[in-house]
């Protein structure tokens, strides 16, 4: 439970800068790019076949915060990233 909110709060961070920078979409557009790279590799790592493109910017930092967790080993990391997945 206390990985879950951890990474919620992360998220929701992430997501609030963001907005922030909404004011330069070039800027935007780089860092969610480098966001869904950064995914599309780890998914690769732990056998998940979606193409990050398809996720919500919010679900894209949960699962960043996620795989960036200590709290998780990498079978628990795949599950939780499924579940956001999943929450489409």
């Given at each position: 439970m206390k990985n879950t909110l951890s990474a919620i709060a992360i998220a929701l961070t992430l997501s609030s800068g963001a907005a922030y920078a909404q004011n330069d979409p070039a800027t935007m557009d780089v860092g969610l790019s480098m966001l869904e790279l950064a995914t599309a590799r780890e998914f690769s790592k732990l056998g998940i076949d979606v193409d990050p493109m398809t996720l919500s910017l919010n679900q894209l930092a949960t699962i960043k915060a996620v795989l960036g967790s200590s709290d998780?080993?990498?079978?628990?990391?795949?599950?939780?990233?499924?579940?956001?997945?999943a929450s489409n």
């Open positions: 998780y080993n990498v079978n628990d990391k795949a599950s939780q990233v499924k579940a956001i997945i």
